[in-house]
């Protein structure tokens, strides 16, 4: 159990464009997800929590306009990397835990998300 | 807010050897410090996970101590395998989690 998936597993867009990830409990209901960004050989950076029904919380330093997140069932959190430049290029990727909505339940995290901005 | 410091970057040691992971952490209203594993191209894994109301969790070959006063927690692997080589992620908050910046284990045969 406690299985979270992601979709596309891969991207590459051109600079400009919009890009949609999905984010998907799949067996277990999520009301809170958590969105992070990792650099190549660097860190997970919490970016933002998803609030299932209510706005997201970004953390300091990340644009809501840029990165646009909507929690619109119990299941699926979506990220939108809006008008992507190649800055934007890193791998994404989502938690939740099928115990609550604190971070102090074991997360579980989604395979992720590479995108590539030309 | 929080900040993680993690060392070593990289750690290489031979099979049956023990690995330890140090991470300090700054704001003392963290009460929660997971330790997470995550294999190249996979996901993280929570491994081992320790509340400031604890000094010392065991989990077979996998420990963690937390020092509240020096604000500084550590991870220590025993009798190590090959399988244990993969970068190792301390983090450590209340609501949020902010991320160390990763040790490479390598474990040698």
């Known amino acids: 159990g406690a299985v979270v998936s992601q979709h596309p597993s891969r991207v590459i867009c051109k600079s400009g464009t919009s890009v949609k990830i999905e984010c998907r409990s799949l067996d277990f209901q999520a009301t809170t997800m958590f969105w992070y960004r990792q650099f190549p050989k660097k860190s997970l950076m919490l970016m933002a929590t998803s609030n299932e029904g209510s706005k997201a919380t970004y953390e300091q330093g990340v644009e809501k306009d840029k990165f646009l997140i909507n929690h619109a069932s119990l299941t699926l959190s979506t990220l939108t990397v809006t008008s992507a430049h190649p800055e934007d290029s890193s791998f994404y990727i989502c938690?939740?835990?099928?115990?609550?909505?604190?971070?102090?339940?074991?997360?579980?995290f989604g395979p992720g998300t590479r995108l590539l901005v030309l | 807010g929080e900040n993680v410091e993690q060392h070593p970057s990289t750690l290489s040691v031979q099979e049956g050897d023990s690995a330890v992971i140090k991470c300090t952490y700054s704001d003392s209203a963290s009460n929660y410090f997971p330790w997470y594993k995550q294999e190249l191209g996979k996901r993280p894994q929570l491994i081992i996970d320790i509340r400031s109301n604890v000094g010392e969790k065991k989990d077979q070959r996998i420990a963690v101590t937390l020092n509240k006063t020096a604000k500084h927690f550590s991870l220590h692997i025993t009798e190590t395998q090959p399988e244990d080589s993969a970068v190792y992620f301390c983090a450590a908050g209340d609501s949020t989690l902010t991320f160390g910046k990763g040790t490479m284990l390598l474990v040698s045969p």
């Open positions: 938690s939740a835990s099928p115990r609550g909505t604190s971070v102090q339940e074991t997360q579980y």
